[in-house]
Every structure is written in C-alpha cells, then in structure tokens.
C-alpha cells in the first residue's frame, strides 16, 4: 500500500496557497522522477502508469533516452531561436520527419505550445481560407480552454460558465451510441444523429454555406473516451463536403500511434482538411502542431504567429521522439493493436462479471470504461469511480477520469506486456472491491 507522509501533506498545502485551482484529481500524487512504465512520487512510493501523464508518455514516463539526451544537448546551444522571425534548422528537419507520418497533400505547418493553440490556429486559418465565419462542433467535445477552442468545447459546463459569450459556434450531437441523444439504437438508426443536424441546425439556425469547419475529435476524449460506428465519419465527411466546410480532425489526444495508426482518424477512412496536434507530439515538452492542406494554400504574412512556438528545446525533443516512431513505426502498430486486443479481452469479461461496468470501448491503447449504478438505469456512477480511483492510487497505479463516470487506460504505447497484464490485475480488483462495497452483484 502507499504511505502518504507529511512530506506530501506540506507540499499540497503549498501548492493551495500559491496556485488557482485547476483540475487535479481526488488522490494526492506529487511526482518526483520516473522512467518508462513506472514513476516515482515524492516520498518514493512506486506506481504504474496508465494514465500516460495525459497521453503525453506515449513512448514511456519521462521519454526515451534518446529524447532527453537532445533536450540536453540542445539546452547546451540555443533554446530559443524566435521561430516565427528568424529561421532555424531543427524546426525544418522536424516537419520534414512529421510530414512523412501524415496523408499525401499535407505540406504546411504552425507551430505553437499546447493543444489549444493548435487549435486556435486551426479555427483562424479555417475562417481565412474559406472566408466564412461560423463553426460546427459535437456536444460532449474537448478541444481547449482558451476562448476560441473554449467556444467548440462543450463538454461541462463548469468549463464554459462566467467565461462567454464564444465565438460562433453551432453545437450538434456526437454518436455517443451508448447513452444516444435522440434514443435511438445503431445500427437501426441509419445515423439519426446526422439527419438531425441537416434537419434542425443547418436549416434553422445557420446555413451551412456560412460554417467555415466542422471541429471534432475522432474519439472523444474529456468527453468519456466515446468511440462512434466506423462508417460515421464517412458520412460526416459527404456532410461537410455538400456545404463547402473544411473538416478539423483533433488529434491532440487520440494522435500520435495511440490508437495503432499515427492519426486516429485514419481509423474511420477518411482524411481532414486540418490537422492538430500536441501532447505527445512533444516527446514531453510543450509542443503544439497544426498541420494544413496544400490545397488550402498559404495565409498572408502577420495574420497569426507566436513568440515560443519552434522552441528549439520542444523541437529537439519533438524530432528525437519522431525518429523514434519513423524507426519503430510498424513494431509500434503491431503492439498497440495486441496489447489493446488484451486489455479490451479482459475488460469485456470484467464488463460480465461486474454490474458497475456499463460500457467498454476503445481503439488501440485508448480505452474507455464508463461505469453505472446498474446496466438496467445506466445512472452514472460518479462517487464509485471517485472511490476506485482511490483504490488503484493505492495500490501503486494511476489512471485519470473521463467524462461523467468513466476511467481511461492510456499506459504508454511501449508498456510490457507483463506490466500491462499487472496493470489489469490491479483494475479488475479495484473493480471487484467497488462492487463488493456497494452492495452491488458480480
């Protein structure tokens, strides 16, 4: 079991006084250092990682050798080149790389810090290119917290109240087949969720002439990790191309080999206008990508830069962690697809066995279980998932919440498969312990 001392206790009490609350979790976790599938708290106590540092560590906590061998020696040269003013190298050599992971037409690039940067860069050059001014995005959506990605974002209201009014955006409702919007059941719906859009929004509220994107996620992420049928983004697509709209693929969660493929977009056969990026992309430093079309063109000089986007220091850590994936790419596939087929073989057991367990879903590494009341009412379970989170925190395990009631399994793409089955040993007791304690049938 881990010890938390009073080490611990002084420095969250610390932090409260220094620091606005953001959005840490229920157990009190204060990392100190960490390597490939462990990390290591303050007070030495050791846990395995499932939660990715999320899904930055794809390729292990804290990167791989290579990745800090170039943070530091790049440190020792020059960290900061003012990317957008001056030119540098480094950034050249790391789009090339990136460039060759991405469909064929893709050629042009912004780089910037975080995930909603990226995003933020997609919706101005969206609305450049297509001289429009509206956007369309799905309710349960995470793409950021600053105002721009903050108006697509619609997936609790705690994260939009006090902070409007948005930009334009129209909200329309995501294939979240297991707890479906419209109560309609696929695949008997013929994708009633889509009719819906071109049936109210489009003719009601905002011609689809005017909608410069559509925004979204392939696999909701904040939102509970909610995977759609396999042909709906097919039918997204001829949506979005019988108005003119660009689409916007969000990658800044499922990206970057986590769901098997480089973007999880590809999945579903189709591709996007534009493409975002971050958190693992930066092999753990701050690195936001927003990747364009050819086809779109160029935006005329001055309309959008950054100060630190190109940080030589990201880079160098974005390049390293890049070669990594060109040189391990079809290892990595192959192994992403078998280790989610065993998590996945294991949780839809658990998912018979465990009352608790409403919903598994999941592509790859990137794995949802959304747990309930019972499987008859689907009441979300909300303080049971608060107490399993406890549980696993305490048997030397961290994973991270999604959406009302669902836990997310994100290890590291490179996890042995021996921590990996450790990993679903622990999950399944604290599954079983939860159930036993509220009363609930096995």
Known sequence: MVKIGDRTRRVIARDKKVFLTTTREVYPFVADHGNGDFVYDFEGNKFLDFSSFI???????????????????????????????????????????????????????????????????????????????????????FHGRSTGSLALTASKTVQREHFGPFSDTVHVPYAYCYRCPLKQTYPDCGFACIDYIKKYPLSKEVSGKEIAAF???????????????????????????????????????????????????DNFGIKADIYTMAKAVG????????????????IPSGSHATTFGGNLVSIAAANA????ILSNKQKISREVVQKGALMMKRLVQMKEDYEIIGDVRGIGLMIGVELVKDKKSKVPAVKEREGILNNLFQSGMLVLPAGESSIRLIPPLTISYEN?????????SAIAKASKRNGMPR
């Open 55 to 141: 899904s930055v560590y794809n390729l292990g906590v804290n990167g791989t050798p290579e990745i800090r061998k170039a943070v530091i020696e790049q440190a020792g040269k020059l960290m900061h080149s003012a990317f957008t003013d001056y030119y540098a190298e480094l950034p050249v050599e790391f789009a090339e790389n990136l460039l060759k992971l991405m469909p064929s037409g893709f050629g042009k690039m912004f780089l910037s810090n975080s995930g909603t940067e990226a995003n933020e860069a997609a919706i101005k050059f969206s609305k450049l290119f297509t001289d429009r001014q509206y956007l369309m995005a799905f309710y349960n959506a």
């Open 283 to 298: 092999g753990g430093m701050p690195l936001g990508v927003t990747v364009t079309s050819t086809s779109l063109g160029d």
């Open 215 to 265: 925004v979204f996620e392939p696999i909701q992420g904040e939102g509970g990790y909610v995977v759609p049928p396999m042909d709906y983004f097919k039918e997204i697509k001829k949506l979005a191309d019988d108005y003119g709209m660009l689409l916007i693929d969000d990658e800044v969660q499922a990206g970057y080999m986590r769901t098997g493929k480089f973007l999880a977009l």
């Open 420 to 428: 990996l089955e450790k990993g679903m040993d622990l999950f399944e």
């Open 321 to 324: 962690s890049i070669k990594y």
